[in-house]
């Protein structure tokens, strides 16, 4: 039946792009394109969309390719003291995956228009924003496994609904990031498991872990929906699918009762079962913290931003090398054609 509706779609706007699109107000395009949405018709990078909804897209898409790359860094800071091979072998693979995860999301985010070195030149001036957990730092190896558990759990929670988002190439790149999260998210808990269970000294350290990561984990999904500014044009276009608040809920339900089997402490003393709603409450969460991590003034910030602007110089060589190569391949090919 979708596929029905996508191609009468498809067709229509194909007769109106050949005919009388310039005949058409914007107030057409645009129901076009909102009954793309409603039935659940993805849009993709060449046909018409507001202008508003492409600016919502690209602030995202960024937002969340920075992400991956900056999120880099605070494991990468226990690369070279992983406890064991196996161990190390894991966090490297996690630590690639994000990565690439960045990779797709730059590049879904060319689609719309956006040269990259505009969007990273963004990051690097401290005009774009970035997730605010990545701003924390990796005390003790604890700290790896508490991202692992939380930060990817968090991520897994908001970024599965957005394998079904309106934009095309958007949602593909989530369908394929989504199967690394859930890896990255296991291996997190593992390692929680493990110091759970491993001496007092590591049982503290994994206590210790969560006490620092519980409450910025919570802060991922955003300020509540009563402060969300773009959670009810978003969810009208169908990128975001649920609000933050309602993420959040799933989140510290799926979370708490993770928490115990590790036989930790949640660090937040307002925390309880409703048994009516069959919900977990949690007490408030201290937005003058998430706030002052969002304009740039949380523990390491400025660290993050500096590491990146210095791989981003360091790299300069390898990008003039593919150049090269690529002008090479080229004059090679047009004498070859000549
Ligand atoms: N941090 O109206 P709202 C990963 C900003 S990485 C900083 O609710 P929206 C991983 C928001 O941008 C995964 N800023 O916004 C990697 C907006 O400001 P602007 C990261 C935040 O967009 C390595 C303002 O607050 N995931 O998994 O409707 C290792 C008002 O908010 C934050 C994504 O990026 C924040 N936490 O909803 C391990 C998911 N929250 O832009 C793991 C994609 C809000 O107007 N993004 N703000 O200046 C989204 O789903 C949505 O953008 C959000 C916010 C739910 C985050």
């Known amino acids: 039946m979708i596929l029905v509706i996508a191609i009468a779609l ?8 050949n005919h009388t699109r310039e005949l058409m107000s914007e107030k057409d ?15 993709e990078p060449k046909d018409w969309m507001p202008d508003a909804y492409r600016k919502t897209l690209v602030r995202q898409i960024s937002q969340h390719a920075h992400s991956e790359v900056v999120g880099m860094l605070p494991e990468a800071n226990w690369i ?14 996690k630590i690639q995956d994000e990565a690439g995860h960045g990779l797709y ?3 879904a985010c060319e689609t719309l228009g956006v040269e990259r070195d505009e969007t990273i030149e963004d990051l690097h001036s401290g005009k774009a924003k970035y997730s605010s957990i990545f701003n924390y730092p990796t005390l003790t190896w604890a700290d790896i496994g508490a991202i692992g558990w939380l930060v990817d759990g968090a991520a897994i929670m ?3 609904p957005l394998c079904r988002c309106s934009f095309g190439p958007y949602s593909r790149a989530m369908i394929r990031v989504c199967k690394e999260e859930s890896f990255h998210q296991r291996q997190g808990y593992s390692i929680m498991l493990k110091m759970a269970q491993g001496t007092a000294e590591q049982k503290r350290m994994a206590q210790d872990a969560i006490n620092r990561w519980w409450w910025p984990a919570l802060m991922m999904f955003g300020p509540n929906d009563s402060d ?14 649920f609000s933050n608040d309602e993420l959040r809920q ?6 708490v009762p993770q928490c115990h089997l590790l036989g930790c402490e949640v660090p937040d ?12 409450e949690m007490g408030e969460i201290d937005w003058d913290e998430f706030w002052n991590v969002v304009k740039g003034n949380g523990k390491c910030n400025r660290e993050r931003l500096r590491a990146r602007k210095g791989a981003y110089d360091n790299g300069e060589w390898v990008r003039e090398a593919a150049l090269a190569y690529a002008e090479k391949k080229r004059k090679r090919k047009a004498a070859a054609a000549a």
């Open 228 to 241: 969300s500014e773009h959670s009810a044009q978003s969810m009208k276009w169908k990128i975001k699918r």
């Open 29 to 43: 395009l645009e129901k076009i394109f909102q009954d793309k949405v409603d039935n659940e018709v993805k849009i």
């Open 105 to 107: 999301l730059y590049s």
């Open 269 to 280: 003393p307002d925390l309880k079962f409703n048994e009516e709603t069959g919900h977990w």
């Open 250 to 255: 799933r989140f510290l339900d799926m979370t």
């Open 80 to 93: 070279t003291r992983a406890p064991s091979l196996t161990r190390k072998v894991a966090l490297l693979a």
């Open 158 to 160: 908001n970024q599965v």
């Open 10 to 17: 498809w067709a229509v706007e194909i007769y109106i792009r």
